[in-house]
Every structure is written in C-alpha cells, then in structure tokens.
C-alpha cells in the first residue's frame, strides 16, 4: 500500500515480488536486487533492478562503517506511471552508509543506523504524471534515514 501525505493522492495497492543475491562472489559483491509489482486496482507492471556495490570500512572495529552505491533502474509498462504514460523509467545513482548500534544490549536485538541520498533521472512521462503536486522536475534528489533493528 502506497498512501500520501495530507492526501494529496489516492492510495495505491501494489502486489509485489522482490529478491536479492547475497553470495560470496563478484556478484554477491553487486548486492543484486529485482522487484516486480503490479498494482491490484489499475493497470500497469513495474520492474525495478537494483546494484549497490560498496564496502567495509574499519571491519575488526565496534563500529564499522559500510559505505554503498545504489544504482538503480526503474521501469514502468502499460501506463503504470500514469494514464497515457506507455512504457516509462528511470535511472538514478547514490551514496549511502551504515553502521551497527553496537551499544544496544544483543538481548534488545541487532541494531543499526543507515543513511543516504540518492539522485533520480526520470522521464518526462514520469514527471507529468505527477501532476500539479510534483513540480520536482526530471532531476529528483531523495534523502533517506533509519534506525533498523532485527530481532
């Protein structure tokens, strides 16, 4: 489910496949990652195809810092992005970086902090598409930050 902030846009419901390939080779290195999903009350398929390779930094330390960059391809069929929009994509590139909260008790879980940014090259469908509310243009800067914990 996809919603929007003060309602600016209807909810979406999207059934979603995704995998990825962590191994122990050059393409474990890559951190592959596909998505499929097909929205359940329109048409349209989006795939999306993700690489982040990256490394560790300071791995024998408390607090080794993994550092990533997210290439991203995006692409959208059969109007997915938007009616009239036919077969639509984007590219985009980022920086991000993680680090284990090693402070947090391992009873609580393990904890960690990551961030990035990323920047997105889209379509021009893609921004039309968005219509009065998305005036970012084809050039879209996206920050991110979490707290993840697994248990």
Known sequence: MYGSPNDVSATGY???????????????????????AKPTDRGGVY?????????????DAAYPITVGVPLTLGIGFDDYHGPGAGTTGFVGAGLSGSVPLAFMPSEYGS??????????????????AGGPFDDAGNFVPIGRMAISFVY
Request: net charge negative; no cysteine.
């Open 111 to 128: 904890w960690t902090f990551s961030a990035g940014v990323d920047l997105i090259l889209r379509e021009d469908d893609i921004d039309d």
């Open 47 to 59: 795939t999306e195809l993700v690489a982040t390779p990256g490394l560790t930094l300071r791995e």
């Open 14 to 36: 999207e059934l979603a496949v995704a995998g990825a390939y962590r191994g122990e080779n050059l393409l474990g290195w890559l951190k592959p990652q596909l998505k499929i």
